[in-house]
């Protein structure tokens, strides 16, 4: 009798030991061979040259309306840090690099017909390929805003979403907002 219970014991003492010893061995090995580490990813160099930008001349209300954007814009993108412009440091903003650039009171835009408005956050933009980049542009502000991503970034709505809160902090709906936005 004490022959079947030794057995018995030492069965489960191997259906308990041998499951514990493999996971211990994966996790030792994912451990060791630092599949379990997180990934160190060295930040890419950023530019902190002053990037080109034009000043707009712009009425007393909308040079208003822009200093308050320019104040409420983040001072980074994600892990773009923001740059100085060489004209209108009111109007403009500039990140990364290559840079994403920000500029305020540009002229309105005439929506072609049918054209696709994006409601990000809050702020409708019109998007319009222009050349390296895609020109993002707000139809729904007094003052319009136009981000420009260069064409390197993907997910370039993205991008653009991260100043709906800004812009819709600091300007004003249009009335004649497009329908939708």
């Known amino acids: 009798m004490a022959d079947s219970q030794t057995r018995a014991a030492a069965r489960l003492a191997v259906l308990v030991a041998l499951p514990v010893a493999v996971l211990v061995g994966i996790a030792s090995f994912w451990w060791m061979s630092g599949l379990g580490a997180a990934k160190r990813v060295e930040p890419r160099p950023q530019s902190t040259t002053a990037v080109s930008a034009t000043a707009l001349p712009l009425t007393d209300a909308a040079a208003a309306s822009c200093?308050?954007?320019?104040?409420?814009?983040?001072?980074?993108?994600?892990?773009?840090?923001?740059?100085?412009?060489?004209?209108?440091?009111?109007?403009?903003?500039?990140?990364?690099?290559?840079?994403?650039?920000l500029s305020c009171g540009v002229p309105a835009l005439t929506l072609p017909v049918g054209a696709d408005?994006?409601?990000?956050?809050?702020?409708?933009?019109?998007?319009?390929?222009?050349?390296?980049?895609?020109?993002?542009?707000?139809?729904?502000?007094?003052?319009?805003?136009?981000?420009?991503?260069?064409?390197?970034?993907?997910?370039?709505?993205?991008?653009?979403?991260?100043?709906s809160p800004a812009v819709t902090a600091a300007l004003p709906?249009?009335?004649?907002?497009p329908p939708g936005c």
């Open 173 to 177: 709906r249009a009335p004649a907002a």
């Open 117 to 163: 408005v994006y409601l990000l956050s809050g702020v409708c933009w019109y998007a319009e390929p222009d050349g390296a980049a895609t020109a993002w542009t707000t139809v729904d502000r007094d003052t319009p805003v136009r981000v420009r991503v260069p064409n390197s970034y993907t997910g370039q709505g993205q991008w653009v979403i991260e100043f």
């Open 67 to 101: 200093r308050d954007l320019i104040r409420t814009v983040p001072t980074a993108l994600r892990d773009r840090p923001r740059r100085p412009v060489t004209a209108g440091a009111d109007q403009n903003a500039a990140y990364g690099d290559p840079a994403i650039t």
